[in-house]
């Protein structure tokens, strides 16, 4: 912990302290990889701090090492994962400044064959893993009075579904995420808190590597449709 952060005193609203500090907090979930971690080493080299969180952050591979990043293990779609995670990014860097909800999970099958596993895995992970740090971070931004910013990672999909993949489960949840980011922003317009989300069409990152060929092959033959000719990489979102 560097020697300028220290706790001024705690807030009354969400029960962390509240600090000084010159540098900006983010928050990144799903950040082990693709997407997520893509999104992690942009905010490093823009001189934010960083708390990452996935199952499996902390054995990510896609990570620097750094005095500015805090890496966290556990499943966001539990409402303790998000709270320690509220708490590092306090106790480490002294404010939550911005959330990117990443984290996510794309299943890809017949909307007959969906079971009701399926559909709580993904309640769980793309729409319980939003809310609940989302919660936490707007009203530690409140109680800072600085404002801040929410990012949802939703899908194009979601809009503009592809023959071929089908995916009506999991765009549910990724639909909900849509609808909810356009009802948050104007709900905390006035508090300066802006909500925004990013709909990428299908990216070349590990969320794919086990989908069946002919949806892997659908993929490919969308991508000639684009104008790079290939599926964009994580670092272009």
Known sequence: MRSQRFAVRPD?????????SNRKTV??????????????????ARGYDVVGTARSATKSKELPASDHLALIDGDIGQFETAQKVAELAIKKFGSIDAVVA????????????YTGDDFRAL????LAGFIYITQLAVKQMQAQKTGGSIVSITAALADNPIAGVPASLSMITKGGLDAVTRSLAMEYAKEHIRFNAVAPGVVDSPLH??????????????????PLRTLPAPSFI
Do not use: C, H, Y
């Open 123 to 126: 309640v769980s992970t793309n």
């Open 102 to 113: 990443n984290a996510g999970i794309f299943l890809v099958k017949p909307f007959t064959e």
């Open 27 to 44: 928050i990144v979930t799903g950040a082990s990889q693709g997407i997520g971690a893509g999104v992690v080493q942009a905010f490093l």
């Open 209 to 226: 590597a086990k989908e069946s060929k002919d949806v892997l092959k659908t993929f490919s033959r969308w991508a000639q449709s684009l």
């Open 12 to 20: 009354r609203v969400t029960g962390f302290p509240l600090m000084a």
